[in-house]
């Protein structure tokens, strides 16, 4: 393919940086984003094959490869961003790994690496394949593990590439063949593809690593004929032991799990110091993350946008909904309340609606900015409405618990609590939940009847989530909670050191939250044990959110934090000049937040 | 006459019954028939836990150290008619003096410490709120367990294994290598707990393999168990009763002899909670029995 050919119509070829033996792999840009310099790496596959059945297969297998790669988020996988087919050519496009492979690095290297070096990686490694074989419904085998397969990205982090072959695993199937000879376990070679079978080959790659002997250019299964420590005497016998458990014969021989595999590496890493060194990474400084675009309001922006068709919604403390191109920033229109707005829009069927401090809730048509109905409380908004069964349900001031017809613009009841609302209410099935600045949390069903209600020790200002049957919420008493949203029972509760007004988020059986103790935190869901915790430099005062595979939160300090969600390592920062008390919003790959300091940004995820 | 005839004879002799027409037949329905009118898809309403269990000293003890407990009922409330349960195996050590006073004792201390926090909800009319979350109970229970096994019975030690299920939550403690496991709807199954023993913990570290560790001398080595030392750390998680499914409690005298495909079978396959129960006690004795078997089988309709 002609360099500077752009595909369809968005990714202009710049340069090749790899051949396979389908096709080229290249470096484009993504025009979708004319402001910023978006790179993306596009996979092409050519069908060359001359029988129909034969091209189908072949193009079964890269829709695949796809389709995996869809579904998985993981630091160490490439993110898929789109794939598309034109005449006998596929295409895949990748998240460019800024990087090298480990084959080349090892052909280039002059003498063996350091062990540290190794085990870092593979620890890595052991990682992702633990990722890739807990992936539900199936696990995945990766089963092409080996050097050139593995890139080393610019922060020294591994990446996994190449998923042809990768595919969900059926215990006890027999597949076809088509791992890499020289890396592959025996019984790969039956056709088995299995757990172990990944396990096997990356006590190979490790032992190629190491011992620098490709071992394609030896017998096959005959790594114990090469002892890593008569070619390596630097290597620890420690690690020569976990190796040779990787690489027995019998598969049952071998770790039982790649998290054994791990486990025992990790315990070597721990003896020799390595894992505190490991944590520390290159970390994107502030001053090269260059918003895609900035909007400034007049005066400070302290709750959460919406994206809504294309647009951003915001409120603002000078009283204005404010709606925004969500590509360029570009300013479409403004909607005076009569007071500030602190509150998240909620849009529904062409209308945002927003509650205001002037003591209502209103309705504005989405394009035109024209209000259509408000809807009077008895005092100041601060509780975001949350749209569900044709209804508005949000607190306000006056205490009460409102849910309005979007119809009729009516109330349908109000429900009256112990206190001011500032929580946002959250809908399931059958329930809304919500709590008070009183600290009671209450459960009630459409009809307005309490279901049951909880009490905590002080204030809830945070909105509830709930996740697989439990509602997760912190308070100003410093815990989060995890509460039965059957009966309202506590599940287990976590302390933070210092009151909480943030909202909570769940991920893969993970608890996201911060507190005034400037620490962003992440719980396990189901043993409420703390598994990273983050430190910013002032109270997290903003809503954390996952988006892909990070986490992103504002604090008081005036950064948005942009953390490796199941690590908590620092990915990037970026810096506002006020505190940041909203949450952000992420849509397309586009993060969207507002600042005390009057801007609304917009940053690339 | 006629009285003790009633009270003692057979069912053919008695002529008060009245005699049924020779031409209606009513076979009753097979397994495989009930089974299929089970799995109908019957929505519970209300949702309520169905229990089975059984215990037996298996072929090559002497005493039986092994001690379940189990409690299900259903509290009604505001918030409807929620299932509550309490499921409970300890397995005392065999080497030491007083292994069945200390699962014996684990069992009630625990077992009364979690009732007296659910008292009120369970006997009351009024109702105040719990101030711990359930794993704070379950953690207290545990301990206070500890406590009493300590004093009771020193020396001796036991393995607990303890499910809370309330609403559709579980809250299991543990401590040991008595397990807990989810057989789902699908057929997956899946180990809840994680064993304290010395070879399973080899086995984690890749030392020993799986096939090594069914077969090693020190297998029944415990690395964590109620009644030894001064700090316990127990294990505890709430997690979602699997819909449609079940939990089993073993203790090793099972799960150490019937492998995970044949618990899953005869639990799949059984008329009813009890007989499979049976069924995975038969299975143990069949395979040897060398332990003390006990198993708690519950499933959560909805």
């Given amino acids: 393919m002609q360099l500077g050919t752009t595909l369809a119509n968005r990714y202009l070829i710049q340069d090749v940086i790899g051949v396979g033996g389908m096709g080229s792999v290249y470096r484009a840009r993504d025009l979708h984003f004319p402001n910023v310099v978006k790179l993306v790496a596009v996979k092409e596959m050519i069908n060359q094959a001359a029988d129909a059945a034969t091209r189908l297969t072949i193009v079964q297998n890269f ?27 596929s295409f895949l496009v990748l998240e460019l790994v800024n990087g090298k492979d480990l084959e080349s690095i090892l052909s280039e290297a002059d003498g063996f690496f350091e062990e540290d070096q190794v085990v870092g990686w593979a620890i890595e490694l052991c990682d992702v394949l633990a990722y890739l074989h807990n992936h539900k419904p199936e696990p995945i085998i990766f089963r092409d593990m080996k050097p050139s397969n593995v890139m080393i990205n610019a922060s020294g982090h591994v990446v996994l590439v190449d998923f042809g072959i990768a595919k969900p695993f059926q215990t006890g199937q027999k597949g076809t063949m088509i791992g890499t000879e020289g890396y592959s376990p025996p019984e790969q070679y039956r056709g088995e593809a299995s757990i172990a079978a990944d396990i096997y080959a990356l006590g190979a790659t490790l032992h190629h690593l190491l011992t620098r002997r490709d071992p394609r250019l030896e017998a096959p299964f005959s790594f114990n004929e090469r002892p890593i420590r008569k070619i390596n005497p630097g290597v620890s016998a420690d690690l020569e032991m976990i190796i040779n458990t990787a690489l027995q014969y ?21 003896k020799t110091g390595l894992l505190s060194r490991l944590g520390t990474t290159a970390i994107q400084s502030s001053s090269a993350i260059k918003p895609l675009w900035t909007f400034q309001c007049e005066d400070e ?22 709606a925004l191109n969500a590509a360029d920033g570009k300013f479409a229109w403004k909607y ?32 035109s900015g024209k209000v259509a109905w408000t809807y009077y409380t008895e005092g100041p908004i601060h509780s975001s409405p949350r749209i569900a069964e044709n209804h508005a349900f949000f607190g306000s001031d006056d205490k009460y618990l409102h849910a309005v017809n979007l119809g009729t613009g009516r109330a349908s009841w109000r429900f009256e609590t112990s206190a001011e609302i500032w929580s946002t209410p959250f809908v399931t099935e059958n329930l809304v939940i919500v709590g008070n600045e009183n600290g009671d949390f209450y459960a009630l069903d459409f009809r307005s009847s309490m279901k049951w209600r909880f009490q905590a020790k002080r204030g809830i200002t945070a909105s509830p989530v709930v996740q697989d049957r439990v509602v997760y919420f912190t308070a100003l008493d410093g815990m989060v909670y995890a509460l039965d949203i059957n009966n309202g029972f506590v599940l287990w509760r976590f302390r933070m050191d210092k009151p909480s007004i943030v909202s909570p988020c769940v991920q893969d059986g993970m608890v996201f939250a911060g507190s005034a103790d400037n620490n962003i935190y992440a719980l396990d869901a189901r043993t409420a044990k703390e598994i990273w915790r983050f430190r910013t430099e002032h109270q997290v005062s903003g809503s954390p959110i996952i988006y892909k595979d990070a986490l992103y939160c504002g604090a008081a300090d005036g950064k948005l934090y942009c953390l490796e969600y199941r690590t908590g390592r620092l990915r990037w920062k970026f810096e506002t000049k006020g505190p940041i008390t909203g949450a952000p919003v992420a849509f397309d790959d586009i993060i969207y937040f507002g600042s005390t300091d009057h801007f609304i940004y917009a940053l690339m995820a | 006459m006629d009285f003790f005839k009633r009270l003692f004879g057979k069912k053919d002799t008695q002529p008060s019954l009245p005699q049924q027409p020779e031409s209606v037949v009513t076979a009753p329905l097979t397994e495989a028939q009930l089974q299929s009118i089970r799995g109908a898809g019957l929505r519970a309403e209300p949702a309520q836990l169905l ?21 299900t009922t259903t509290i009604a409330g505001n918030s409807g008619s929620q299932p509550f349960g309490l499921y409970i195996i300890a397995d005392g050590m065999g080497g030491h003096q007083f292994g069945e006073v200390a699962s014996n004792a684990a069992i009630r201390v625990m077992a009364g410490y979690i009732m007296r926090k659910f008292h009120d909800y369970l006997f009351n009319l009024q109702s105040a709120a719990l101030n711990e979350s359930l794993q704070e109970v379950m953690q207290d ?63 984690e570290l890749g030392q020993i393999t799986a096939s090594e560790a069914a077969v090693h001398p020190q297998r029944n080595v415990l690395y964590r168990a109620l009644g030894q030392g001064e700090v316990l750390e127990a294990d505890i998680v709430t997690v979602p009763f699997p819909p449609g499914g079940y939990m089993l409690l073993c203790s090793d005298g099972l799960w150490g002899v019937v492998n995970e495909e044949t618990l899953k079978r005869l639990v799949f396959d059984g008329p009813s909670l009890e007989a499979s129960c049976q069924n995975l006690i038969g299975a143990a004795n069949v395979a040897g029995g060398p332990d003390n078997i006990s198993a708690v089988l519950v499933q959560l309709h909805i």
């Fill in chain 1, 301 to 322: 922006l302290r709750g959460t946008p919406l994206v809504y068709n294309g647009m951003v919604y915001t409120g603002c403390y000078d009283n204005n909904l404010y």
């Fill in chain 1, 63 to 89: 829709e695949r490869e796809a389709n995996i790669l869809a579904t998985l988020h993981h630091t160490a996988i490439p993110r898929i961003y789109d794939y598309f087919t034109q005449n006998n050519h």
């Fill in chain 1, 250 to 270: 019998n598969a049952e021989d071998r770790f039982k799990n790649i998290d054994a595999f791990k486990e025992s590496l990790v315990g070597l890493a721990r």
């Fill in chain 2, 51 to 71: 229990v089975g269990a059984g215990q037996s000293v298996g072929k090559q003890r002497e005493l039986n150290e092994d001690s379940l407990l189990t409690l």
């Fill in chain 2, 141 to 203: 229970a545990i301990n206070e367990a500890q406590r009493v096994v300590l004093r009771e019975a020193p020396g001796s030690g036991t393995t607990l294994t303890a499910a809370l299920v309330f609403g559709q939550q579980v809250t299991i403690g543990h401590v040991g290598d008595s397990r807990a496991y989810f057989l789902y709807r699908d057929g997956r199954s899946e180990v809840i707990t994680r064993d304290h023993s010395l070879v399973k913990r080899l086995e």
């Fill in chain 1, 336 to 367: 005076p309340t009569d007071g500030g707005v602190v509150t998240r829009p909620a849009a529904f069927e062409g209308n945002i609606y927003i509650g205001s401090q002037d003591h209502r809730l209103h309705t504005i048509n989405a394009r």
